[in-house]
């Protein structure tokens, strides 16, 4: 989904990922930066109600995630470590913004239903990312769906940025959406993950009866 708009704004992220490169500033660094920094915006603006500054500064340093991928490729700093701790920070990051929001529902915002399907997402994101992880730690592959993480992360965002402009009900459809999205996305792995499973399975028993 996001595949072309990447390649349009790698244009622009390649000069900064080389003058970075030159500046001694590796990928790590640009990681953990640009996830701090959208998890204490998340956590700090989203609860007071600051729903437009809070998105415009989560969505600056969101875009250190496209920086980080191409420093990587021009410094050759691409590695196990670096790909653990993208997925680590994002795994954190969607959690900040989530919670976030489900600070100011249950506040400012007082609607215990929405802080209700906040908080579905939160967990079936997890769940999503677990399904994955656990899948590629049995030598299964599971990296389907409609929903990865930059797409929730760009719904939820669009989200809550556009209601802080007071545009009405879009942030309870977003989510509405995104814990759908999410159910199918988690759906899916699973399915793709049992199919997997039930291949290799006979080909375990054949070589165990030898």
Request: proline share 3%; hydrophobic share 55%.
């Amino acid at each position: 989904m996001l595949n072309q708009l990447r390649s349009r704004l790698d244009r622009v992220v390649t000069p900064v990922a080389r003058a970075l490169a030159r500046a001694g500033i590796t990928p790590n660094m640009i990681t953990v930066i640009g996830s701090v920094g959208v998890s204490a915006a998340a956590l700090s603006l989203y609860p007071t109600g600051h729903l437009f500054i809070g998105t415009l500064v989560c969505t600056a340093f969101v875009f250190s995630d496209l920086i980080d991928g191409t420093l990587a490729r021009i410094t050759g700093a691409a590695g196990r470590w670096g790909a653990f701790l993208d997925s680590t920070m994002d795994r954190i990051t969607e959690a900040a913004v989530f919670s976030g929001l489900i600070l100011w529902f249950f506040r400012g915002g007082h609607d215990p239903v929405l802080a209700c399907v906040a908080l579905f997402c939160l967990v079936a994101g997890a769940a999503v990312s677990y399904v994955k992880a656990r899948a590629e730690g049995l030598g299964m592959e599971a990296d389907v769906g409609i929903a990865a993480h930059a797409e929730k992360l760009l719904i939820t965002l669009a989200s809550a940025g556009l209601a802080g402009l007071g545009v009405p009900y879009i942030l309870a459809i977003g989510l509405w959406v995104l814990a759908g999205l999410s159910l199918i996305t988690f759906g899916q792995r699973v399915v793709v993950v049992y199919r997997s499973a039930r291949r290799t399975a006979p080909q375990s028993a054949q070589r165990g009866a030898r």
